[in-house]
């Protein structure tokens, strides 16, 4: 299971802090998406980068922040803004178009 | 807007039996349609796309765009077919920048 990693596997953060996901690939892939899932509500994308130092938002990218400065790295920080960020983090990228591969995913947890 | 939706949340059938799991979509454009998997404890991977036309471990879906629909269809279940799948769509021009918009997926469970 190469390509593409997301670390860690597990996350627990205190209520107000920020906290960075990682999110890694070797695919040479331009494309990189970060989604949430949450159960009963399918994944749901809250930003996409098409190329280095370029990304745009999703549909719910309030609270988050990210970051395109390498092809291979596209970090993700669920800031102290984001209401409710215990959920279960996942990371893809793609050739523009075609198949996106995902990550084991990172699974959250602020109390 | 655009939209996919599976309307179950969960497909319980028995070992054999042929399974079908919805998928309906509003998009404005062509979009292209594709069905993830997710088994336990694996990675979400891509089972097939329409444009391929392939099938895959004996799933079938055909895009009928009358009725906006990509139903996911399979004439006999295994009980290693007991996953989570998602619907999705993605639109076919470069600027929509290859993103994928779900469905809320639905739980098949084969019985034995």
């Known amino acids: 299971d190469g390509g593409i990693t997301q670390s860690p596997k597990y996350l627990f953060r205190k209520e107000g802090q920020n906290v960075t996901l990682s999110c890694e690939q070797n695919?040479?892939?331009?494309?990189m998406y970060w989604y949430r899932q949450d159960p009963g509500q399918g994944l749901r994308l809250i930003y996409y980068?098409?190329?280095?130092?370029?990304?745009q938002k999703g549909d719910i990218a309030e609270g988050y922040s990210v970051s395109r400065e390498k092809k291979e790295s596209f970090p993700l920080t669920v800031t102290s803004a984001q209401k409710n960020p215990t959920a279960f983090y996942l990371c893809?990228?793609?050739?523009?178009?075609?198949?996106?591969?995902f990550g084991p995913g990172t699974r959250l947890t602020v109390t | 807007a655009q939209r996919v939706t599976q309307p179950e949340k969960l497909l319980s059938v028995f070992k054999g039996a042929p399974v079908e799991l919805k998928c309906n979509y509003s998009?404005?454009?062509?979009?292209?349609l594709f069905w993830y998997v997710q088994y336990s404890r694996q990675r979400l991977q891509l089972l097939l796309r329409?444009?391929s036309r392939e099938s895959i471990k004996g799933f079938t879906a055909d895009l009928n765009k009358g009725e906006t629909s990509f139903h996911l269809k399979k004439p006999f279940a295994q009980e290693e077919d007991s996953a989570m799948y998602y619907c999705?769509?993605?639109?076919?021009?470069?600027?929509?920048?290859?993103?994928?918009?779900f469905g809320q997926g639905t739980e098949l469970s084969v019985k034995p």
């Open positions: 893809a990228s793609s050739i523009p178009g075609y198949e996106q591969y």
């Open positions: 695919l040479n892939h331009d494309a």
């Open positions: 980068s098409q190329i280095v130092n370029d990304f």
């Open positions: 998009y404005s454009g062509s979009p292209e």
């Open positions: 329409h444009i």
């Open positions: 999705a769509l993605s639109g076919l021009s470069y600027n929509q920048g290859g993103k994928l918009i």
